[in-house]
Nanobody, 123 residues
Framework: VQLQASGGGLVRPGESLKLSCAAS????????MGWFRQAPGKEREGVSC????????YYAGSVKGRFIISRDRAKNTVYLQMNSLKPEDTGIYYC?????????????????WGRGTLVTVSS
């Protein structure tokens, strides 16, 4: 499975970014998917997860109300809309797959993840 996250960049506090995640030669539509991140010098932390049918979405408390996870089944892509970004949101963001249809929480045990995309929030 090859996952490719994109859409990262340098933004100022309060601005927005939209991350995308696409897969090569792998159908994502039957799996739960999500995002986790890793800030410099810190451990990985879960960000958000969405069930295969978008029946449920989950968010870490630190991003709830600011981030929105969604998926486009026709494009085989998952998105993370990040609004009102804060410096503490800085990090490498990874998209990942759960070999299950449901997340069960905002940071499940992911089975696959790809190369991340760097998000830097700084004034």
């Amino acid at each position: 499975v090859q996952l490719q996250a994109s859409g990262g960049g340098l933004v100022r506090p309060g601005e927005s970014l939209k991350l995308s995640c696409a897969a090569s030669r792998f159908a994502l539509n039957t799996y739960a998917m999500g995002w986790f991140r890793q800030a410099p010098g810190k451990e990985r932390e879960g960000v958000s997860c969405v069930d295969y049918d978008e029946g449920f979405t989950y968010y870490a408390g630190s991003v709830k109300g600011r981030f929105i996870i969604s998926r486009d089944r026709a494009k085989n892509t998952v998105y993370l809309q990040m609004n009102s970004l804060k410096p503490e949101d800085t990090g490498i963001y990874y998209c990942a797959i759960v070999r299950d249809t449901h997340c069960g929480g905002y940071y499940p045990d992911y089975d696959y993840w790809g190369r991340g995309t760097l998000v830097t929030v700084s004034s």
